[in-house]
């Protein structure tokens, strides 16, 4: 296909190279130290005086973390993808820019996306793009799936602590891809001239990233892909869902295997984005911390079961009036340990 890279990526031309360090860093995972929960930026900050009392109802937005898998996901289907509920936030602008920066048509109506990818004429999108978010890297999947090959900046995003990204680019390689870094890119191409081949992979860890990526990217891979210790995350399912609407064959979603059968390419369909679950509880938190009562709408009570859990511990009083309200009341004080961002995002993003 036409290309807008700067390199030639014919297979016979590329020398395999191994990865820099840094990328293929081992997984670890280390305690909650100082050194984590003290990371200095030059961000501004957000200071809050009280006591405050907060009331009133919160709707709850599309969640950003559906919305951006998904809207990658448009670059495996062939027509018109509708994405309702998704949320207006720089990061789903900036996916869309980067969809946009590929030769896709993207359409905004308040919170729809209209997205067909049948003009993209680039496997390279804006690297300034890329480098804003971390979601924006989820392309590299579809990209090599669809196309044979993926020229994408590493991403950005990343003010809370380095992330990387070698469980997406070790599972590409196990679906056939050959992967270099070049300036700052990843370059990725499909080992035998044509397009991903199945496989099996194991994550080391349950990164949610890494499995919607190498999802998308076994959606269109030929034969059948199995990968193990796979993220679990309401996001995932709602990835696979959308992928299965769109004529893949994507079981296991919501396990820790999922195991995929390779098309030749999906076609557009709708979809509706859940409900935030990260916003839902941050709403929740602010509630229990200023000992006030609030409601929120919609959401997914399975999704936030840790934390209710927990909130109910503390003395909160959370009742759903509705099938997707959630009033919260504070009792008594309550004391949360004080933990890093991710650490803090996991007390709802894992069951
Ligand atoms: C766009 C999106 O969905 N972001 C969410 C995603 O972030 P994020 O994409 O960082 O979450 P992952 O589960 O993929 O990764 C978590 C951590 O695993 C490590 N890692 C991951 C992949 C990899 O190839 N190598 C590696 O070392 C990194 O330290 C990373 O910080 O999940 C987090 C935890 O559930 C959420 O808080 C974020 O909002
Ligand atoms: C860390 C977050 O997301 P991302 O991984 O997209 O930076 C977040 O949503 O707080």
Redesign the pocket.
Same mark, same amino acid.
């Given at each position: 296909m036409a290309s807008c890279s700067t390199f030639n990526l014919s297979p016979s031309s590329k020398p395999t190279k191994p990865l820099p360090h840094y990328l293929l860093?081992p997984?670890i995972?280390e305690p909650e130290t100082e050194t984590r929960t003290q990371i200095q930026t030059p961000y501004p900050k957000l200071i809050v005086t009280g006591p405050s009392k907060l009331s009133g109802r919160v709707p709850i937005s599309g969640s950003?973390?559906?919305a #951006?898998?998904i809207l990658a996901a448009t670059l495996c289907c062939s027509g018109t993808s509708k994405i309702h509920n998704v949320p207006n936030l720089f990061?789903t602008r900036t996916m869309a820019s980067v969809l946009a920066s590929l030769g896709a048509k993207v359409e905004v109506f308040n919170n729809e996306m209209l997205v067909n990818t049948d003009g993209v004429d680039s496997v390279e999108p804006n690297s300034d793009e890329i480098r804003k978010?971390? =979601?924006g890297f989820?392309v590299i999947g579809p990209l090599v799936a669809r196309f044979g090959e993926a020229v994408v900046a590493l991403p950005g =995003?990343?003010n809370? =602590?380095?992330?990387?990204? /070698? %469980? *997406?680019?070790?599972g590409l390689q196990a679906l056939g891809a050959v992967v270099e870094l070049r300036d700052g890119k990843v370059q990725a191409y499909a080992a035998n001239g044509r397009g991903l081949v199945g496989g099996s992979f194991q #994550? /080391? *860890?349950?990164?949610?990233?890494?499995?919607?990526t190498l999802m998308m990217a076994a959606c269109m891979a030929d034969g059948m892909t199995v990968l193990s210790n796979v993220?679990r995350?309401p996001?995932v399912v709602d990835l696979a869902r959308f992928l299965n609407d769109s004529g893949a064959c994507v079981e296991g979603a919501g396990s820790n295997q999922l195991v995929i059968k390779g098309k030749p390419l999906l076609h557009g369909s709708e979809c509706v984005i859940a409900a935030d679950r990260?916003e839902a509880g941050t709403f929740m938190l602010a509630a229990a911390i200023t000992r006030s009562c609030i409601s929120i709408s919609p959401v997914i009570p399975c999704q936030m079961s840790c934390l209710i859990h927990k909130l109910s511990a503390a003395g909160c009083k959370i009742r759903f009036q509705q099938f997707l309200d959630v009033g919260v009341k504070i009792c008594k004080a309550l004391r949360l340990r004080q933990a890093h961002?991710?650490g803090f %995002?996991?007390i709802f993003?894992?069951k």
């Open positions: 860093k997984l995972h950003k973390n559906s #951006l898998p990061d978010i971390r =979601g989820f =995003g990343c809370i =602590g380095t992330r990387p990204v /070698d %469980l *997406y680019i070790r #994550l /080391d *860890y349950a990164s949610v990233g890494a499995t919607e993220a995350e996001e990260i961002i991710l %995002l996991q993003n894992r």
